[in-house]
């Protein structure tokens, strides 16, 4: 990270039962005058799981409500960048990612855990995966607290590779993903060889195309921060991508997200996968998959060797103009605590667990026998990103599947956008990639002028 000064004007436009609680301290807010806070979080599967546990919070705290804001992705992030970044003071614990927290605590805009932290007795930061805790670090100090975290691999239907005598090797290439997808696409038969996001936004298709141009060795600036989006790796990686999800994709894939993709391949309509780790929770839940135990798990497509899947968590923050700290500390200590993990799993069932945040969960005999198949895969992955190296070659930024500046927001965004109508047809890749590098460049330009 570097040690440039990030300003809020800079930035946006760059842009349980009772055993459950025991490691959380008592509430200390009076039952006479409740506080509420209002928590801002991302909607999907995992947070709706916290959201209908949170009563039993409440509970256990009687003079703490809450009251959260749950909206998609991307409408999410701009939300609460705009609250945090101006101070605005809506939010008091806000859903923000491993991209954020650096950035936002260099800036003073988020509140410094570790001394919450260190007075929580049981509550065991050392417990999380290093590599998430890491991420969540600056100075030291996490500045952020993991609900979960992930990297990505391939998710595949074994069933129907034994079927047809088929194997996929345990580090596949993107050539071999391309192969199998075209092995396995019977599109009259509604049955698809790979599903891929295709939904505009850095979070959605731009996050595993990052990880292919990773591992084609291409890069999006060179260390004088020059866009590299238009050289040969960058343009195979893209082309890859965007050529097999056409050919052997799911129709309609521009639009196509995390939760799509995640439906059409849990409904058994799919033979492959590229996706988050996390995306188990999912696809093995008897709830509402049909795929449940016919899965298999395999590295994340690489070219040159180098792992190449991405690294992500989304975590709990506390921006400085919170005015109930301990309280809003006492949830953010719940909702990410190892007694959460077990309510979780005694409540909803133990596929809904939060993967990818504490090496305990992966000692629980029940969730250890559940995840056997992909449960140390996830830990493998997520160890193995390297986001101070993420490509073959040096480069200016960290950052896997995102570049950590502020302007990555607003350029991700539009990149991706330049992606989506590739996908759709309503553009070429060549074209695609040609208007992404001038957004680049514009970008890189002010950092080779400062």
């Known amino acids: 990270m570097s040690d440039r000064t990030l300003s809020r004007r800079s930035f946006l ?17 009076s039952r006479a005058s409740p506080v509420t806070l209002r928590v801002a979080i991302v909607s999907n599967s995992q947070m709706d799981d916290a959201i209908s546990l949170s009563p039993v919070f409440e509970h256990q705290h009687p003079g703490i409500r809450l009251k959260f804001v749950n909206l998609p992705e991307n409408e999410a992030r701009a939300k609460i960048t705009a609250d945090v970044a101006t101070q605005g003071g809506e939010f008091d614990v806000v859903m923000i990612s491993n991209y954020e927290t650096p950035l936002w605590a260099k800036n003073g805009w988020i509140v410094d855990l570790q001394p919450y932290i260190d007075r929580t007795p049981g509550y065991d930061a050392a417990d999380f995966v290093p590599r998430i805790r890491s991420s969540l670090s600056y100075n030291g100090h996490l500045y952020s607290v993991p609900f979960y975290g992930e990297s990505s691999f391939v998710m595949y239907r074994k069933d129907l590779f034994d079927r047809a005598g088929v194997v ?6 993107w050539l071999d993903v391309v192969r199998l997808a075209k092995r396995f696409h019977d599109p009259r038969s509604g049955h698809y060889g790979i599903v891929l996001r295709g939904d505009p936004g850095w979070g959605e298709n731009l996050a595993p195309i990052d990880t292919v141009i990773n591992a084609f060795g291409g890069r999006w600036y060179n260390m004088r921060w020059e866009a590299q989006l238009t050289t040969p790796q960058v343009k195979s990686a893209v082309g890859t991508y965007i050529e097999t999800v056409r050919a052997y994709g799911e129709p309609g894939a521009s639009a196509d997200g995390f939760t799509e993709c995640g439906t059409l391949y849990s409904q058994g309509d799919a ?3 590229y996706d988050a780790t996390s995306a188990t929770s999912v696809i093995e839940d008897p709830a509402s998959s049909k795929v449940v135990g016919k899965n298999g798990y395999a590295w994340a497509p690489t070219q040159t060797g180098k792992p190449s899947g991405w690294l992500y968590t989304w975590s709990l923050s506390m921006p400085t103009t919170c005015s109930h700290r301990q309280q809003a500390w006492e949830f953010m200590a719940w909702m990410t605590s190892k007694s959460y993990i077990e309510l979780v799993g005694h409540r909803l069932g133990w596929s809904h667990v939060p993967p990818g945040s504490r090496l305990s969960s992966y000692r629980i005999p029940q969730y250890r026998e559940l995840s056997r198949r992909y449960g140390p895969l996830t830990l493998q992955s997520i160890q193995a990103a390297d986001p101070k190296h993420p490509t073959v070659r040096p480069v200016p930024y960290t950052g896997v599947q995102f570049l950590d500046i502020p302007e990555f927001q607003d350029l991700g965004q539009l990149v991706s956008e330049q992606f989506s109508a590739a996908i759709a047809g309503q553009t070429s890749v060549e074209a695609a990639l040609a208007q992404s590098q001038e957004y680049a460049q514009t970008v890189g330009a002010t950092y080779r002028h400062r």
């Open 13 to 29: 436009g760059g842009a349980a039962a009772a055993v459950a609680l025991a490691a959380c301290g008592k509430a200390s807010a």
């Open 168 to 173: 996929m090797p345990t580090h596949p290439t």
């Open 271 to 273: 033979a492959m996968w």
